[in-house]
Structure formats: structure tokens, C-alpha cells
């Protein structure tokens, strides 16, 4: 095969806003998330470069305990996941917020060991991300089909539905259902269900209820990457947004509430200041000891998915769990 041949399997598609960073909505979000109470800013903005590649570091940590036990499901059940789901015809694999699809790729693997007839369309709202993993995948498989797409997630799947009708299998791992909160959750997969078909799946990993030191631990690790992480959030405000965070006056915490099963990470102000953000022409003030909320990693029962899933007109077909029961990857089918 020609390069030329080659390179035309793989497309990528940018739907996200990338001349003005403005338009990202990270503006908006700082605009209204600082002038709040409690004052709170979206997890989504987490992932600029920087941010993903400290993301890839704290998949490696020994206390995120979320990477090894779905690669474990995916690794030794991949099998039977693609079995319940039917890959006789051809297929698109759409990868909700793929990052570097670690785990996706041993259903690749799979896939293209059974020359299985797909399209992988891994879409992330960080371009870089996609651009990086379409290079990768070019050099592993050069003959896959790959459509990458830079876009939120229903915009994305809006316009995969647009392009074609094909039979999908979504998958939503790495517990990224766990960043809405438990509505906004259950309204996001009712989102999914009104773009999908009776034919189509969706696989969503869900990080179960556990030991809640082994969780808190999982989110503020000995290392301080996830520390780092959070801090990066200002750093990137002060990138694209020409704010004045001095990030040493703030400090990462995290705490697990058991009741709620929800893992909530805040940055918070050491000291009472006011911070500048020039493209909003905005001075936000900090008590101290002040706390923006900066993310929610929710943890479930596998009641409350079936519940969530009932409720959205889906039928939980299948699970799969790792040895410890600690992780679940629930195969959602859309009901008529
Ligand atoms: C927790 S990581 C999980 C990555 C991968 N799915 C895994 O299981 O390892 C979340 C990923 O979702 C992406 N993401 C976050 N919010 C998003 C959104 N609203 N739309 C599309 N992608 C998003 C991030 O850029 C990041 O790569």
C-alpha cells in the first residue's frame, strides 16, 4: 500500500472552537464559576496539554487503582464484551472521551486479530490528545480506519449521527461518568439514549463503592501528581485567560463522602487575595481557606446504575467486573 493510501484511512475532525481560546468556554466558566458561592470550576478544562500528560502520570500511580482494574476487564474479558455486543457487521467504536484509549486499545487488538469489519472514532474535547493517539495508531495499525474527532461529547455524537448510520458501540470508560454529578449523570446518559438506536451500545465504566481510604487515596496521592493536576487548572487560566493565580496561595485537597459515594477534589486559597483575569477585565476576591470545587469522581453501586439506567430507557444486558469487584464495565442496551 502506498503512504498516500495509507494516511486517507485516518481522518481528524475538529469541532471544538480554535482561534479565539475564549470560545473554548473556559471563559464563561471562570466568569461564573468565580463570581459563585461556593465558587467551583468544570472538571472538562482539567485537560489542556499539560494537563493530559499529568493525567497519563496518574494512571501509572500506585494509589489510582482505576487503571489497573478496568485494564484488567478489558484485558481478560475483551472476548466476551465483544461477543455480547455482535461484531459481525461493520461497526463504528466510538470512544467517549478516549484520552490515550489505553484500555480501548486492547479491544483493537481484538478486533483487528478477528479482521473484524470497524471504524474507531476516538473523540476528546483535548485535540492534542487525538492528534497524538492518531499517530500512534497510524504507526501500530496502518490499515485501520480511524475518524478523529476533537469535539464535547453529544456534539461529537451529533455529528457522527449525521455522517452515518452505522451501528455503534460507545464506550465511556475510565469511570468519566463519575465527573457529573449523580442527575447530571443520569440526564447525560438519557442524552446518549435519544442518539442512539435499538442496535447501538454503550459500555460504561463505573468505579464501584469501596474502601474509602483506598478511594481518597486514589485522589491525593504521596507523589503530588494529582495535586499538580488540579493546580494546572489555574495555570491554564493564567495561560489563556492572562489571569494572576499565584499558585503556591493555593493547596490541592480532597475528601470522600461515603453516604454520597462522591470523591470531591477543591483547590483551595491559603490566604485572602484577589486575582486578576485581564480577558474577562474581572478581579475575583478569596477568603482564606476559601475552596473552589474543582471536580467530582462519583462512585456507584450496581443498584444505582440499574436505576439510572431503567430511568433513561436502557436495559443493563451485561456486566463485567474485575477480580476484586472494584470496577464494573456495564454493557447499556437502548430500549425501543
Ligand atoms: C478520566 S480521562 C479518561 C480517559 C480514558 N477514557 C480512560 O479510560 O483512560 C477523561 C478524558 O475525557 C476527556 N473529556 C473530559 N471532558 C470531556 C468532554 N466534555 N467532552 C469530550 N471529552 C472530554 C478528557 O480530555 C480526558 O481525555
Known amino acids: 500500500m502506498t503512504p498516500k493510501a495509507t494516511t486517507s484511512l485516518q481522518q481528524f475532525i475538529n469541532l471544538l472552537p480554535t482561534n479565539d481560546q475564549k470560545d473554548s468556554g473556559l471563559a464563561q466558566d471562570v466568569a461564573q464559576g468565580l463570581s459563585q458561592f461556593p465558587k467551583k470550576l468544570s472538571s472538562k478544562f482539567f485537560y489542556d496539554a499539560r494537563g493530559s500528560q499529568l493525567f497519563q502520570q496518574i494512571m501509572e500511580l500506585p494509589e489510582y487503582y482505576l487503571t489497573e482494574l478496568e485494564h484488567e476487564i478489558l484485558d481478560k474479558q475483551r472476548k466476551e464484551i465483544l461477543f455480547a455486543f455482535g461484531t459481525q457487521e461493520p461497526f463504528q467504536l466510538v470512544d467517549l472521551g478516549a484520552g490515550d484509549a489505553l484500555k480501548t486499545k486492547l479491544l483493537i487488538k481484538e478486533l483487528v486479530s478477528q479482521q473484524t469489519d470497524f471504524n474507531f472514532v476516538p473523540l476528546d474535547i483535548s485535540p492534542r490528545q487525538v492528534e497524538h493517539l492518531l499517530e500512534e495508531l497510524q504507526a501500530t495499525y496502518p ?44 440526564q447525560f446518559l438519557c442524552e446518549l439514549r435519544r442518539k442512539l438506536s435499538p442496535q447501538d451500545r454503550v459500555l460504561v465504566g463505573v468505579d464501584l463503592r469501596k474502601d474509602p481510604e483506598k478511594i481518597r487515596r486514589a485522589y491525593d496521592d504521596a507523589a503530588g501528581v494529582t495535586s499538580a493536576f488540579n493546580l494546572n487548572l489555574l495555570h491554564r487560566i493564567n495561560q489563556e485567560l492572562s489571569a494572576d493565580f499565584a499558585l503556591e496561595q493555593f493547596q490541592h485537597f480532597a475528601e470522600y463522602d461515603p453516604v454520597e459515594g462522591a470523591m470531591r477534589s477543591f483547590l483551595i486559597s491559603k490566604q485572602p487575595q484577589e486575582v486578576h483575569v485581564q480577558a474577562l477585565q474581572q478581579t475575583f476576591s478569596f477568603e482564606a ?38 470496577f464494573a464495565d456495564i454493557l447499556l442496551k437502548p430500549l425501543p
Open 289 to 326: 481557606w476559601e475552596a473552589i470545587h474543582t471536580e467530582n469522581s462519583y462512585k456507584y453501586s450496581l443498584r444505582q446504575i440499574h436505576e439510572m439506567a431503567a430511568a433513561c430507557q436502557y436495559e443493563v444486558e451485561d456486566y463485567f467486573t474485575d477480580t476484586t469487584h472494584g
Open 143 to 186: 490499515t485501520l480506519k480511524v475518524t478523529g474527532l476533537a469535539a464535547e461529547y453529544v456534539q461529537g455524537l451529533q455529528w457522527l449521527n449525521e455522517q452515518s448510520p452505522a451501528r455503534k458501540l460507545l464506550l465511556f470508560l475510565g469511570s468519566n461518568i463519575g465527573n457529573f454529578a449523580p442527575g447530571e449523570a443520569q
